[in-house]
């Protein structure tokens, strides 16, 4: 297996443009989380999906930011209008969610820098 | 808010076993201890968990303590390569989302 993927890897735009962030998770894991991490904030769990369900969005910063998961391998983070504070590593992570186990597997990362 | 407490660094011989201290005073009776570690500009990578008994596997070792209020994680040869950010983190049973603290940053000095 590949791993989560995630795209792009860098993105550079500028302040009040859309952002998507895209995700494919493990093959046959059934919850997919969204992370931020900033040096200021660190890892900030954003939102996360069981079963392509969205189960706690409340670390989602705004309406600004909104995710979907339209089926089991894959799923979207956008921010619109993105601004300068977006700017970060977003991480997308994936897990067999099971009583007992929450083993989360990471991709590796999209850097955004909102200039 | 982050459930645990960890020191914000540590340093250890290259060689040596990393002793890696977390504090979990208010853990409650079904909920997990779990270790990810965090190398430079990489995603954070899950190393072991535990409920109540001691773990091991082929990269670290955990120990609970009786009352589970605190645990350590065991790096039994550190190699150059375990230099990263370790997170202790409580919780992550089913249905439930994991916090990540501030974590330890453990250098390895050779």
């Known amino acids: 297996d590949a791993g989560v993927i995630q795209s792009p890897r860098h993105e550079v735009t500028e302040m009040g443009q859309e952002v998507t962030l895209r995700c494919k998770p493990i093959?046959?894991?059934?919850?997919l989380f969204w992370y931020r991490q900033t040096m200021m904030r660190g890892l900030e769990l954003l939102i996360y999906?069981?079963?392509?369900?969205?189960?706690?969005d409340s670390g989602m910063p705004e309406d600004r930011f909104s995710a979907k998961m339209p089926n089991a391998s894959f799923s979207t983070l956008k921010i619109q209008p993105s601004e300068p504070r977006d700017s970060a590593v977003y991480f997308c992570?994936?897990?067999?969610?099971?009583?007992?186990?929450?083993?989360?597997?990471f991709g590796p990362g999209t850097r955004l820098t909102v200039l | 808010d982050a459930k645990t407490t960890q020191p914000p660094s540590m340093d250890c011989a290259e060689g040596r076993a990393a002793n890696l201290p977390c504090n979990h005073s208010t853990i409650s009776g079904n909920e997990y201890v779990y270790w990810y570690r965090q190398i430079h500009s990489q995603g954070p990578q899950y190393i072991i968990h535990g409920l109540k008994n001691n773990e091991t596997n082929e990269m670290a070792s955990l120990i609970i303590t009786e009352d589970r209020k605190s645990s350590t994680l065991i790096l039994p040869h550190a190699t150059l390569r375990d230099t990263a950010v370790y997170y202790c983190?409580?919780?992550?049973?089913?249905?439930?989302?994991?916090?990540f603290g501030k974590g330890t940053r453990l250098h390895i000095l050779p």
């Open positions: 983190i409580v919780g992550g049973n089913r249905d439930d989302k994991i916090i």
């Open positions: 999906f069981n079963n392509n369900v969205p189960i706690d």
């Open positions: 093959s046959g894991h059934n919850s």
């Open positions: 992570a994936s897990s067999f969610l099971t009583a007992g186990n929450n083993e989360q597997f």
